[in-house]
Nanobody, 116 residues
Framework: QVQLVESGGGLVQAGGSLRLSCAASGSIFRTNTRGWYRQAPGKQRELVAAITSGGSTIYADSVKGRFTISRDNAKNTVYLQMNSLKPEDTAVYYC??????????WGQGTQVTVSS
């Protein structure tokens, strides 16, 4: 059974930083594509950033230059460094592991709140 455990969320003032972690355990390849998504109240879940097994990354336009996704395959963990946080970054952040085009796993989510 695969389990994803997120951590690192919290309350921060605008302009501050947070680092999210998502540790995977269970029968899952360490090299799967990983992603961070977020969902704000009343809005759809959206992709924030993703990283492939080869280290290629993509970012939502709204976070480019402020957020950095990285991974440690030895620890089976993906990270999201978030700098220069804005109130509009407030959301529940979820990590996702892509197994195939029709199979994936999601974490339970971690709340990020940015105060103005």
């Amino acid at each position: 059974q695969v389990q994803l455990v997120e951590s690192g969320g919290g309350l921060v003032q605008a302009g501050g930083s947070l680092r999210l972690s998502c540790a995977a355990s269970g029968s899952i390849f360490r090299t799967n594509t990983r992603g961070w998504y977020r969902q704000a109240p009343g809005k759809q879940r959206e992709l924030v950033a993703a990283i492939t097994s080869g280290g290629s990354t993509i970012y939502a336009d709204s976070v480019k230059g402020r957020f950095t996704i990285s991974r440690d395959n030895a620890k089976n963990t993906v990270y999201l460094q978030m700098n220069s946080l804005k109130p509009e970054d407030t959301a529940v952040y979820y990590c996702r592991v892509v197994v195939t085009t029709t199979s994936d796993y999601w974490g339970q989510g971690t709340q990020v709140t940015v105060s103005s």
